[in-house]
Structures are given as C-alpha cells and as structure tokens.
C-alpha cells in the first residue's frame, strides 16, 4: 500500500453518489427487468451438464438469434443483442437478462421466446434447464466452475473466508432477480427498506430448494441458507446502518459499500487480485500498488457484494428461488403492485417493519421452514397473504392481477410452493426436474 505521501486521488465518495443520481429515472416511471437463471442438467442423469456443451449451446444459439457472443479471452460466457443477454455462472446455470418493461406481458413474450430457444437447442445436446433453485443431484464437489477468470478468483477468495457454504452458493444454486427503476434519492430507499422488510416472506413462499443430492436436505429454500453462510461482509443485510436512520441518502449506501474488502479491479482487461487485503476506503484514501481507484473500479466492486436488496442503476431484489414462467411473472406482478405507488409503500414501512434483529431470523427461519413459522405470535402464512392482497389491490392491470391471484388463494389455504409440491410427493430429482418443466 502506498504511503500517504503518494497519495494520488482520482474518485471521491461524491462521484460515486453522483452516479446513482444520474441513474434517477423521471417521475411515473415504473419498468421491471428480470434476470432468470436455470440449472443447466444433462436430460438422462440430472447431473449438470459441462462447460465444453453449454459453450456449444450458445455458440447455437448466437447463430440463430444473429447475436454477439460474449467472450473473456478465449472463454465462451455468453451471448448479447444489446438489450437482453444470456450468460453462465459459475457452476453452468444459464441466466436470461431481460431489459425493464413497463408491461409483463413484454417480458412473458420474450421469455418465452429465449427459453423455448434454448429448450430446442438443449434437446441436440441432451440438456434440459430446470427453473429450480439448486441442483438436485450434483452437488459442488462434482460441479466444474464455468472457466471465468472472475469465477474463479471469487473461488479463491471465498476458500479463505470463515463461512462455508460459498461454493455451494456459487455452483449449485438458482434464483430470479427482479430489477425496478427508482426515481429519486428518497424513492430508492423507501423501496430498498421496503423491499427488504418482506423479502423473508417472499422467499419463503417461493421456496423450492429443498432437495440435494436427491434427497430432502432439511430447508425449504437451501438456496437462501446458502447466502446466509457464504461471506458476512458482503452478503444479506450487511448494510444495516441503513436500517438505523429515518432517512437513508446515496452516501450512506456507498458507505456502506465501500466498507467491504476489494477482491479485484481491472486494468486493459487484465485483473488484478487484491484478495480482501483492503476495503474500497483504504483503496480510495492510499491506492493499491501504484493503481488508484475510478468510478469503473467502484461498480465492479458494487457487484462483488450481494446484499439481498442491491442499489445499482436500478435496485435489485435477488431473494427468490428460480421458479417455471407462471411464478415467474407473479413475482413480477408481487412487486408490481408492491413498490409501483407511493402510498403502498408507505403502508408497507409501516405495518412490516422489523428490526434489522427480526429481520435476519426471519430471513434464517424462511430459509428453513419456508412459511411454516410464526412471528409474533402470527402466522408466517398470514403475514405473506397480507403482503401478497395489498399488491393485488394495488394492481390496476387486471391482466397482472389474475397472474397473482392463484398464489393469494394458496396463501389463504395456508400453502406456499414448497407445500404444494411436497403434497404431490415430489421428494427427488427426476420429481422435482419434471414438476419444473411441467
């Protein structure tokens, strides 16, 4: 580290804030993106499929679509179109990342129309991609990490922390990311504290992670258990200064953020690790080995933290098992109707909020019991089902309304998804795999 003599700043907190600011979308508009991941398994054995087949299933598919194909040197991770992309993570699952839309059916069309793509082009490899939230056979002693040189310094870095479930995280598990548009410094926390205060019920309604190494694992999302022992300076609610304030500002986020330790930067498409020695406060005050922080350095960084709720150019809720399309798209339609109006909101920060204290056992007994808890002497199913009404009465598209109403009936019959599916006996992989792409 340089010594403060050589101090040589380049990037102040300012204009990391003012970027968030910049990302201020105008009054009344509310779009929704999605950024679906699927376990990429072979069709006979449920294992997961290899890299050396999955770079052919993109290489197909940028074919067909007229898409470029995304390369880190010589290493095939994905394929773009300028608006949506598809790309691998670490243990293969394929991601689809749809652009916002201000109507879901926009982002049911596309959907359809990517997945069914790589449906077709799965069958000439005999890989199928399973919209569930871990790998049901395989677990990460017996999953190759996708050769990205981020992939793979996130392994390194992660080998050498206290909590032990990162490589599963990385390698065996599937979620749905739901990103939103915030329109002023005041809306953009007032959707995150929103968000988060009922991210436990969310995830414990969606659960269907409960299933490894084909038999029951004990959670019913061991997806979100995964996060919860993956790295505590970076994961789940790390930020929880936030949650102490009235009223949170831009500076308080990346205060938070820069907090964190740095695990690389880039330079002429070259990484450099830094493995944690610093956190991005030293690096902005003192440099790092002759280097000195930019606005770049900060955002890769940002995305090398994963809170459950995420500030970025748009906010970020990464708290849901994968789910088939229906789900999917009542996910949408859930936080739709729940952070699209001021007024809900309000009602949300006012009837669900939980201290930071409640907040991570709620996000602990989710992970494990799904909504069979209580809180407070009421029952975890009663409270999602009073999440879930007040999205559907503040729904005003009657087609979005009817994507959620089946979940809401399940909620009054005290049911969840992991419910449902245990009730049908679904308690291995062959089961679980068909269900899913049933």
Not at 115 to 140: C, E, H, Q, R
Not at 270 to 280: A, H, L, P, T, V
Not at 337 to 357: A, M, Y
């Amino acid at each position: 580290m340089l010594t403060a003599h050589h101090k040589k700043k380049t990037l102040k907190i300012s204009d990391i804030v003012s970027y968030y600011k910049e990302n201020i979308k105008p009054k009344g508009v509310f779009n929704i993106g999605v950024e679906w991941e699927k376990q990429s398994l072979d069709k006979n054995t449920l294992k997961n499929a290899k890299y050396e087949t999955l770079k052919e299933i993109i290489k197909d598919f940028a074919l067909i679509r007229g898409w470029g194909v995304l390369k880190e040197k010589d290493v095939i991770i994905g394929a773009y179109d300028g608006r949506n992309s598809i790309s691998l993570e670490p243990g293969g699952q394929f991601e689809l990342s749809v652009e916002p839309k201000a109507h879901l059916d926009e982002i049911e069309r596309i959907t359809k129309e990517l997945w069914g793509l790589l449906d077709n082009i799965g069958k000439k490899y005999d890989v199928i991609f399973a919209p569930i939230g871990l790998t049901p056979v395989s677990t990460y002693q017996n999953i190759d990490i996708v050769p990205k040189e981020r992939y793979l310094l996130m392994k390194e870095y992660f080998s050498q922390i206290p909590e032990k479930l990162s490589s599963v995280m990385m390698r065996e598990t599937a979620s749905i990311q739901i990103n939103i548009d915030y329109t002023s410094e005041e809306d953009a926390f007032s959707k995150l504290r929103a968000a988060a205060y009922i991210s436990p019920f969310i995830t414990g309604f969606f659960a269907n992670s409960y299933i490894r190494d084909n038999k029951l694992n004990g959670y019913k999302s061991y997806r979100a258990n995964t996060w919860l022992d993956t790295d505590k300076t970076r994961c789940g609610f790390f930020y929880r200064n936030l949650f102490k304030k009235p009223f949170a500002t831009f500076e308080d986020y990346v205060s938070c953020i820069i907090d964190v330790p740095v695990l690389f930067i880039e330079r002429n498409n070259k990484k450099i690790f830094i493995n944690g020695e610093i956190n991005f406060r030293e690096y902005i005050e003192d440099g790092y080995r002759g280097y000195f922080p930019t606005l770049n350095d900060y955002l890769l960084h940002s995305s090398l933290t994963f809170p459950a709720i995420r500030l970025k150019n748009y906010l970020e809720i990464r708290n849901q098992d994968s789910q088939k399309t229906d789900m999917m798209l009542a996910i949408c339609a859930l936080y739709k109707g729940l952070l699209s109006k001021q007024e809900t909101i309000d009602k949300i920060l006012k009837e669900f909020k939980v201290s930071f204290e409640d907040l991570e056992e709620l996000t602990v007994n989710c992970a494990k019991f799904g909504l069979s808890f209580e809180y407070k002497d009421t029952s975890a199913y009663k409270i999602a089902e009073k999440i879930f009404k007040l999205s559907f009465d503040a729904l005003d598209n009657q087609d979005d309304k009817v994507r959620l109403l089946k979940y809401l009936k399940m909620l009054s019959n005290k049911q969840s998804i992991s419910d449902l599916m245990l009730n049908k006996n679904i308690k291995d992989a062959r089961a679980i795999v068909d269900y899913s792409l049933n």
